[in-house]
């Protein structure tokens, strides 16, 4: 695409110069974005390092960019349609990479700094069996208390137990099958509860979830706690995956 041949070209070399220079960024932006997540999986690098490719891509990324909006002008002006097509491909590859980031950065603007979600504030499902595991991670165990549940009511009044019309022991079952559904982790069942581990596919963030299962006289009451191990805000995911689970336990 950006061969020259040896007759004379307006511009010269420069529209060349340019467009290879934003599919460099281009790609180097590429690589930094797309292997920050399955580095700190794979524990090859630390969260920070991890953030700071992230953000090192962008950057590049938008160099790009502006490389791409150079190539594009200079090369139309000069009727050097083959530089403007990358100048405008790498624009575009540029939007498409920094839409998600963007797309986060808003959510997070939008949702309330915090991480451990439930449909039960006054008791929510305790962590038993991944206690430990807890422990050794960033967040506590307990639910953090009267501001986060304040601050979810205004966020996530949505969020509320259901009640299921069937045997205690087929909600269970039904509940454990969705998990499995998932690929969360089960750490283990108790009479009328259930942990799991959800691991995000990208960081391999660990969310742990807990659901209990209470028999009334209007049926079995299921809630669902949800929390990260890692973060002060969790971007609105502990809630989006209770409201989910929920939904789809109703259509049983």
Do not use: C
């Amino acid at each position: 695409m950006l061969s020259a041949n040896n007759s004379p070209r307006r511009g010269g070399k420069w529209p060349l110069v340019t467009a290879w220079l934003a599919i460099a960024l281009l790609i180097v932006a590429g690589v930094l974005m797309a292997i920050a997540g399955p580095a700190y999986k794979a524990d090859w690098i630390g969260l920070g390092t991890s953030f700071t490719w992230l953000r090192q891509g962008a950057q590049l990324a938008m160099g790009a960019a502006l490389l791409g909006l150079i190539t594009l002008v200079l090369a139309g002006v000069l009727r050097r349609w083959r530089p403007a097509l990358v100048g405008v491909l790498v624009t575009l590859a540029v939007v498409a990479m920094v839409a998600i980031p963007m797309q986060m950065k808003e959510r997070a603007q939008s949702v309330p700094p915090i991480h451990d979600i439930t449909t039960d504030m006054e008791n929510p499902p305790a962590f038993t069996l991944l206690a430990a595991a807890r422990e050794e991670a960033p967040n506590a165990v307990d639910y953090p208390g009267a501001e986060t549940a304040k601050q979810q009511q205004l966020a996530y009044p949505q969020l509320k137990p259901i009640l299921v019309d069937a045997p205690l022991a087929s909600v269970m079952e039904t509940v454990k099958r969705k998990i499995q559904a998932r690929g969360w982790e089960i750490a283990g069942t108790t009479d009328n509860t259930i942990e799991a581990t959800a691991t995000t596919r990208w960081f391999g963030f660990k969310d742990d979830v807990a659901i209990r299962m209470t028999e009334t006289e209007q049926g079995v009451q299921v809630d669902m706690r949800s929390a990260s191990r890692l973060g002060k805000s969790d971007l609105g995911t502990n809630a989006e995956r209770i409201q989910i689970f929920f939904e789809d336990l109703a259509k049983r």
